[in-house]
């Protein structure tokens, strides 16, 4: 929480979120569980490319859900 902090401080207009996301796997349930409450607080302005733990799921399919939803929601 302490990063997403400093990010909610600084008023961001975009994040730029460069792959690995969520470790270890990029599991849906876990980008609900970990990534959401704490990075998740900027997801609306946050603009996500995929990484290589995100590709450990059958064809990043978690991230691209959540990024091809319009990444406002999971």
Do not use: C
Request: hydrophobic share 35%; no cysteine.
């Amino acid at each position: 929480m302490e990063t997403s902090d400093l990010l909610l401080e600084l008023r961001p207009a975009a994040v730029l979120a460069l792959g690995d996301l969520q470790y270890e796997f990029g599991e849906y349930n876990d980008f609900l569980r970990y990534y959401d409450i704490s990075w998740g607080r900027v997801k609306p302005i946050t603009r996500p490319a995929p990484g290589n733990h995100e590709y450990e799921t059958a064809d990043a399919a978690p991230f691209l859900y959540t990024a091809g939803g319009g990444w406002d929601g999971y």
